[in-house]
């Protein structure tokens, strides 16, 4: 059964850093697109950062680049998101996303199988 478990979410001031943590079960990150939305209050759900399988190309949402970096641990069999610099509008519920389709792109574009429970960032002074 796959499962996808976020960690990390939290309160920031502005410029400040947060790694989130995506612990996945029931396949192996390596073989499956895999990646982050968030949720903006009365937003839409949109991706971030999704990384396609194995080292594949990774597609990051304009306003991020620069910012936002992601990697896969095969041993743990997680991902993390590292995000730096983050600014107010960087505030939503964050989930974690996976596909077996592999493209980054893909995922981030909504083709997502599986979806984690989402986790609160808040950048706030």
């Known amino acids: 059964q796959v499962q996808l478990v976020e960690s990390g979410g939290g309160l920031v001031q502005p410029g400040g850093s947060l790694r989130l943590s995506c612990s996945a079960s029931?396949?192996?990150?390596?073989?499956?697109?895999i990646g982050w939305f968030r949720q903006a209050p009365g937003k839409k759900r949109e991706g971030v950062l999704c990384?396609?399988?194995?080292?594949?190309?990774?597609y990051y949402q304009n306003p991020v680049k620069g910012r936002f970096t992601a990697s896969r641990d095969s041993t743990d069999n997680t991902v993390t998101l590292q995000m730096n610099d983050l600014k107010p509008e960087d505030t939503g519920t964050y989930y974690c996303?996976?596909?077996?389709?592999?493209?980054?792109?893909?995922?981030?574009?909504?083709?997502?199988?599986?979806w984690g429970q989402g986790t609160q960032v808040t950048v706030s002074s």
């Open positions: 996303a996976a596909d077996s389709n592999g493209v980054g792109f893909l995922l981030c574009g909504g083709k997502a199988g599986y």
């Open positions: 029931g396949f192996s990150v390596d073989h499956y697109a």
């Open positions: 990384l396609s399988s194995g080292n594949g190309h990774t």
